[in-house]
Every structure is written in structure tokens, then in C-alpha cells.
């Protein structure tokens, strides 16, 4: 490889992850005033799973459609551009309406750039570990610095400043980006049921995995902030300062743990290791006695087990697919996607009968069932290997 080919990759690389930067920001900005918008809007902790729900329907569709039909970095600079128009929606209005159509747009956003992102990474770097987790470093700096730059805005100016600056930061992810969309890997499509024959058992049984793992995180990730205000009775700055610590953690424990993956070979203990956190982390929120001191000390545990799941088992399909790595990534993200539909309907009438808290004992008893089931994989594949 000559010097102007490795400069290309280094500037396209650079682009790709200042992009990804920019895009955590956007995403995360208005986190320290959402659970109080959602509020305003009248919008109830148990109702708010339905307008989840549909968000993550389109989430799915969209996942869906762009695997089998459009060109990663097409992907990935239309997810950029959806954060902006989700935030563009708040300064019109504070509504059930506009909550939901936010929503729903931040989730297609978050889809197709996370795609995009996944498909071009499997395509482009061997260490695979390792680059999924440097992304997603990337994408956690700007998830800890957007609740802190929002409280700030909160803070000196006013809540639409926020929405604003969200707009303004999503118009530049993609903006950054659009010089190399052209040198970026590009797959040819091949429809809607892009992977067969392109995907094999091992990646069928992580995925299936994985599913049951995403739905269980999706019955508690999207709604421990917003209960909080009504378990521990917590301002917008508890809330920033529990976004920044939970991302703090998973932001600096990414890259080493995908270091760490792709040292030990088997990805599977990185991934049992990542159900034993976030059930630690749940039990530190739910323990009736610690209130706002559990709260605060639930992020840790939640950092770690989101910083050690999804970059390790993308990285991990990639690895088991190794002539189809962007059909195993977007085989398992379309996964992904569809996984949080059950979740968030069932969340809803969970808490409605066993109260906020109680509701997050389906998400432990599922996180237990994946532990025992990448368990078992990891010994069948040792079995094998061994023979």
C-alpha cells in the first residue's frame, strides 16, 4: 500500500469518526430536559412505551429496507440527517404528536447511521474488535458530552437552544462525511432478504441471542431516566450527571475491552462478561433502600455492560461470516431493531402492575437466559475446535 493510499484511508477513517462524534452530540443533547419534556406533554412512564413501540417499528422497517437496498454510506448520512429533524420538531412544539414524531425520527437517525457505520467497519478494518470499539468510543465521547453541553445550554440560555443545537450538529455529521461517501466500500444489494446464503448457523445462533438480549435492554435502557424523576424525585441536573457517568464508563472502557476481545479470541466471555454488569447495574436502580445513591451508582455497572455488548458481537458476526461480513452485520442489526418492538410493549403493562421498579425483573430473567445460552454456545464451539 503506497503513502497516498494509506493517507486516503487515514482522512476517510478521521471523516467517518468526527462524523460519528458529532452524531453522538446531536443525539444526546437534549437528554438532561427529555424525561421533563415527555412530562410536560403529559405523556405517562407506562403510556410512553407505546410511543416507543411505534418509534421502534420504524426503526425496524427502516433497518430492514436500507440492509437490502441502499449503499452503507447512504445510510449512514441519512441517519445523520433524521437527528436533525427530530430536533426541528421540538421547536415547533411540546405535544404527544411531536413527542412522538421526535422520537421516532431520532430511532430511524440512530438506525441507519449505526447500520451504515457497522457495514462500512466490517468491510474495512481486519481487527475488527478492536475498530468496532474505537467507532463506538467515538460515538460514546459525543453521548458524554451532549447531556453536558444541553444542562449547559439548559443552564445560561433556554430548553430551545438545546433543540436547536441538535438541529444545527446533525446537519453537520453529515456534512463532514459527504466528501468521502464515494470512496467509502459500497455492497451490491440484493433486496430484502439480503442475507441468505450469506449467513451462517454460528451467526443465526448469536444473533438469536442477541435478540433476546436487545429486547431485555430495551425494557429498561429507554426508561431509567425516564422514571427516575418519579422513583427518586431527581432534577435535570441528576440526570445529566447520571447520563455523563454511565457514558463516562462505557466510553472509556470500550476500546480497552475490544483490545481485550480480540486477545482472548472467543468474543462469547465479553459477552456473558457484558450480561453480568447490566444485571449488577439494575439491581444497584430497583434495591429500594439505596434511592438516589443507587440511582447514581447504577451507572457504572449500566456503562460497562453497554460498552462490552454491541461492538464485541458485531465485531463477533463478522468474524463467524468472515466472505459476508456486511450481510452478518446487518442480519444481526436488522435483528437488533426488531428485538425492541416486544420490549417496549411489554414494559408498559409490566409496570403498570409491579410499579416502576418491578417492572425490571423481566429484563434481569432475560439477561440470565443469555448469559447461560452464549455459555453453552462458547462450549459447543470449544467442543468442536478441540475434535
Known amino acids: 500500500m503506497n503513502k497516498r493510499s494509506r493517507d486516503i484511508i487515514g482522512f476517510r477513517t478521521l471523516s467517518l469518526l468526527f462524523s460519528t462524534l458529532l452524531f453522538g452530540i446531536a443525539m444526546t443533547i437534549y437528554d438532561p430536559v427529555w424525561p421533563f419534556v415527555v412530562k410536560e406533554a403529559n405523556i405517562d412512564p407506562s403510556e410512553y412505551s407505546y410511543i416507543v ?18 449503499m452503507p454510506s447512504i445510510s449512514f448520512v441519512v441517519g445523520s440527517l433524521s437527528i436533525s429533524f ?21 430511532r430511524l437517525g440512530r438506525a441507519l447511521h449505526f447500520l451504515g457505520r457497522g457495514q462500512i467497519i466490517g468491510r474495512m478494518f481486519k481487527k475488527r474488535g478492536l475498530a468496532f470499539s ?28 438545546i433543540f436547536l443545537s441538535g438541529f444545527l450538529l446533525g446537519i453537520f455529521s453529515a456534512v463532514v462525511f459527504l466528501p468521502y461517501i464515494k470512496e467509502m466500500p459500497k455492497t451490491v ?3 430484502l432478504l439480503f442475507w441468505r446464503g450469506g449467513v451462517n448457523r454460528d451467526v443465526k445462533i448469536v444473533t438469536g441471542l442477541t435478540f433476546i ?16 424523576p418519579y422513583l427518586f424525585n431527581v432534577d435535570p441536573g441528576y440526570i445529566a ?16 475491552i475490544g483490545w481485550l476481545s480480540d486477545r482472548i479470541g472467543d468474543k462469547r466471555s465479553i459477552l456473558i462478561f457484558s450480561e453480568a454488569m447490566l444485571s449488577i447495574g439494575i439491581l444497584f436502580y430497583i434495591y429500594p433502600y439505596l434511592g438516589i445513591l443507587g440511582f447514581l451508582a447504577s451507572t457504572f455497572f449500566i456503562g460497562l455492560g ?39 410493549i411489554v414494559i408498559g403493562p409490566l409496570m403498570a402492575i409491579l410499579g416502576y421498579g418491578g417492572g425490571f425483573i423481566f429484563t434481569l430473567i432475560c439477561l440470565g437466559i443469555v448469559g447461560l445460552g452464549l455459555f453453552i454456545h462458547y462450549l459447543k464451539s470449544a467442543s468442536l475446535s478441540i475434535k
Open 306 to 344: 453497554t460498552a462490552s455488548y454491541a461492538p464485541i458481537v458485531s465485531a463477533l458476526v463478522s468474524e463467524l461470516s468472515p466472505d459476508n461480513p456486511e450481510d452478518a452485520v446487518g442480519f444481526l442489526l436488522t435483528a437488533i431493531s426488531l428485538s425492541r418492538l416486544p420490549g417496549s
Open 241 to 256: 450527571l447520571a447520563a455523563f457517568l454511565e457514558r463516562g464508563v462505557s466510553m472509556l472502557s470500550s476500546v480497552p
Open 213 to 228: 438480549n436487545n429486547m431485555a435492554r430495551q425494557t429498561f435502557i429507554p426508561f431509567h431516566f425516564i422514571v427516575a
Open 53 to 70: 413501540f411505534t418509534a421502534q417499528l420504524l426503526e425496524f422497517i427502516s433497518r430492514l429496507f436500507s440492509s437490502g437496498y441502499l
Open 86 to 106: 427530530s430536533m426541528g420538531v421540538l421547536l415547533y412544539s411540546i405535544s404527544p404528536p411531536a413527542i412522538y414524531t421526535s422520537l421516532s425520527t431520532l
Open 134 to 161: 474505537v467507532f463506538r468510543l467515538s460515538s460514546q465521547i459525543g453521548m458524554l458530552l451532549g447531556p453536558l453541553l444541553g444542562y449547559l445550554i439548559y443552564s445560561m440560555l433556554s430548553r430551545n437552544f
Open 189 to 191: 444489494r440484493r433486496g
